[in-house]
């Protein structure tokens, strides 16, 4: 139980059953999907787990603890590069992060930890980036693809998208010609980020709502 705080339950229901139940179907899949794919490599390579369901647990929290220090080190970097790594501003961040509130989620059954380490891959690229000058097309592209994985997690995963679009078009905005050319670019970056949101909302309308038809 100590790791079963929240809508824990669920998330281990869907490691070990898929969407079987409708209510299931107001979870992302990237955290289950996750868990589920580390947890039958590690039975390929060593052999059936007996207790499925304990394994499976245990893999997720393993994942979460995980995710959740390799975020912690980027963040720390990402404050490190820009205040100074014996500056207050890393310090507090530091202490922040060791007894912030969100560390409940953390450790818990839960996505938080994975979107939290998008978020931070994501938006360490465009700041990485920015350091050496105005967003380069491939730190833009990178960002993008990280931050737009979040859609597989949380529902709200694309909006992070915002970030690597207002620094693009940023070093564009010397002239409105400029700024215009680049629309073909930012709609297929905003389709490209909405698709797994798509994805999973069609999926779970094919596996929940079959005889569903409009009067």
């Not at 995980?66 to 970097?77: G, I």
């Amino acid at each position: 139980k100590p790791f079963f705080f929240f809508f824990a339950d669920f998330f281990a229901e869907l490691m070990s059953s898929s969407y079987s139940y409708g209510k299931h179907s107001v979870f992302f899949p990237g955290y289950p999907a996750l868990v589920r794919v580390i947890f039958e490599t590690f039975e390929v390579l060593f052999g059936k787990v007996e207790q499925r369901f304990l394994g499976l647990v245990a893999t997720g929290v393993m994942v979460n603890l995980l995710l959740q220090w390799l975020s912690y080190l980027l963040f720390s970097a990402f404050v490190s590069s820009a205040f100074g790594s014996s500056s207050l501003q890393k310090r507090s961040a530091d202490l922040f992060l060791l007894i912030n509130p969100l560390s409940i989620y953390f450790t818990a059954l839960y996505s938080e930890s994975l979107f939290f380490f998008i978020q931070v891959a994501g938006l360490s690229v465009i700041y990485f980036s920015l350091r050496q000058g105005p967003l380069s097309l491939s730190a833009f592209a990178l960002s993008v693809a990280v931050l737009s994985t979040g859609g597989f997690v949380r529902s709200n995963g694309f909006l992070s998208i915002g970030y690597p679009i207002y620094f693009h078009l940023a070093k564009h905005s010397s002239s409105l010609l400029k700024l215009l050319k680049q629309t073909p670019l930012i709609l297929f970056t905003i389709l490209f980020s909405v698709l797994p949101f798509v994805l999973v909302s069609i999926r779970a309308y094919r596996d929940l709502c079959p005889s569903f038809e409009f009067e």
